[in-house]
């Protein structure tokens, strides 16, 4: 058996290394993408709970499916988004977006 301690290594490491990519990427994509690893972090740590604290009720499991929802949502907007970006600026970079500015 796996402890609990291991399964919170892999999620800090897998959510700092998607916080980084937000920090650190320009490009729109690689951005989204990184988010999409931070919210897989957060359901590593929502089933690892889950698994060492009350493995007879399944909250984890349900929170995490609604991450799943919310993340396939965030992703299909977000393509959107940078799709509708790109076909007026031409561009994908966060920088040289200017849409909201006067």
């Known amino acids: 058996m796996v402890p609990l301690w291991m399964y919170l290594v892999v999620s800090a490491a897998l959510f ?8 650190a990427r320009r490009n729109a994509i690689a951005i989204l993408l990184s988010i999409e690893l931070m919210l897989n972090a957060a359901n590593i740590n929502l089933v690892a709970f889950w698994r060492y604290m009350n493995p007879t ?3 984890g499991q349900v929170f995490a499916a ?5 993340a396939a949502a965030e992703a299909a907007v977000g393509v959107a988004l940078i799709l509708s970006i ?3 600026r031409q561009t994908v970079m966060v920088e040289d977006v200017n849409i909201l500015k006067w």
């Open 66 to 70: 609604f991450v799943f929802a919310v």
């Open 16 to 23: 700092c290394i998607g916080a980084f990519g937000v920090l």
């Open 57 to 59: 009720v399944i909250n």
């Open 86 to 88: 790109y076909r007026n």
